[in-house]
């Protein structure tokens, strides 16, 4: 027997097995959905449908509707209620009042120290000319939208990130879109992070959708030049699909993490990198290589231990069944395992 199955890790010893499950990458054109969100769509489209046919579906009932099919696909999917699209400058007041001042101040710190390294940059932007008048000027975008990721995993740190460098860029007009909570109300941490942050007006709006609406612009919220921030796979999947009519930054797949551990290793440390990854997504992959069949089990076990305590336990516990723990003859093998499975 090559594969254990008791635990949530699997533990595979076969190389050739492991190449074919743990190691094996899905295509981001067509992704393997778990059931529960793939019958959601079969649902909501009443035949078998595709990733990728749901959002082109989404993407021009966002053209031709606007903000009806922003929130309507907004609402569905995030389970949220709401009346207004835009974050008033009361919800975002609401929101300093919400925060700690140790959360207010660890975000503002972040943001000085990103701004600090950015402007960095700034001075060393080509803007010489050669005598002859050929050189390179850097000049700022009009208008960028931020993709706010995280609805029930909150994610300021990636506010603060995707947002200060055009701020410091020069970029006139700085919008965010992200996903409301059941109350319709926004996390007054994603709040306090985009205003510190210097963006200028925040909307209700997540995954294709809103991809949609900053790429076409709606009656509320406005066509961006470019789009930037990290998501969820339909996040990606629009974007890859809209690149040209609007500026991308990047296509990002699902989070995947991989631990090369000797048998020296703390299994709970290991366990901790790994279920660190899981609990951001089900989609997640994290993998562990080891050269001891014992380091691969203590993992598993370390990780089964852990797993209960994780607010996000169930989605941890989902990613974790994707990936799993390779054992390799030696170092050499491991490493070159690690290698196969790097490039994204």
């Known amino acids: 027997m090559t594969a254990s199955s008791v635990r949530s890790l699997r533990v595979v010893t076969d190389l050739d097995e492991a ?13 393997v959905l778990p059931d529960t969100v793939q019958r959601g769509i079969d649902e909501l489209w009443g035949a078998p449908t595709t990733a990728a046919d749901h ?4 993407i021009e009932a966002v053209r031709t509707e606007g903000d009806a099919a922003v929130t309507r696909f907004s609402q569905r999917f995030d389970g949220s209620s709401y009346t207004s699209i835009e974050v008033t400058d009361d919800e975002v007041g609401d929101a300093f009042e919400r925060v700690s001042r140790e959360e207010h101040d660890a975000i503002a ?9 950015h402007e960095t940059q700034m001075e060393h932007a080509p803007t010489s000319f050669s005598a002859r008048g050929t050189g390179m000027l850097v000049r700022p975008l009009q208008r960028a939208g931020i ?9 300021p740190s990636s ?12 970029v006139e007009d700085v919008v965010g879109v992200t996903a409301a909570r059941a109350d319709g109300t926004v996390n007054p941490l994603k709040l306090v992070a985009a205003r510190l942050s210097g963006v200028t007006r925040v909307f209700r709006a997540s995954g294709a959708q809103a991809v949609a609406a900053l790429a076409f612009g709606t009656e509320t919220i406005p066509r961006v030049d470019k789009i930037f921030g990290p998501g969820g796979i339909f996040v990606t999947i ?8 609007v500026g991308i930054d990047s296509v990002y797949g699902p989070t995947e993490t991989l ?7 703390d299994p709970a440390m290991c366990a901790a990198d790994l279920l660190a990854q899981a609990e951001h997504d089900v989609l997640a992959t994290p993998v562990l290589i080891t050269i001891s069949l014992a380091q691969a089990e203590a993992v598993a076990a370390a990780v089964e231990e852990q797993l209960p305590s994780l607010e996000r336990h169930v989605i941890a516990r989902a990613a974790i069944e994707r990936g799993g723990a390779v054992v390799a003859r030696d170092l050499e093998e491991a490493v070159a395992l690690a290698n196969e ?4």
């Open 19 to 31: 190449r074919r499950t743990v190691l094996l990458r899905t295509s981001l054109a067509e992704p």
């Open 341 to 344: 499975f790097a490039p994204e």
């Open 55 to 58: 959002v082109r579906r989404i």
């Open 147 to 155: 993709y706010m990721t995280g609805n029930d995993a909150v994610l």
């Open 159 to 170: 506010v603060v990130h995707t947002s200060v460098p055009g701020v410091v860029a020069g």
């Open 109 to 117: 710190f972040a943001v000085e120290r990103v701004r600090r390294y």
């Open 238 to 245: 629009a974007k890859q699909q809209l690149y040209g009519r």
């Open 259 to 265: 631990v090369l551990a000797d048998d020296q290793a």
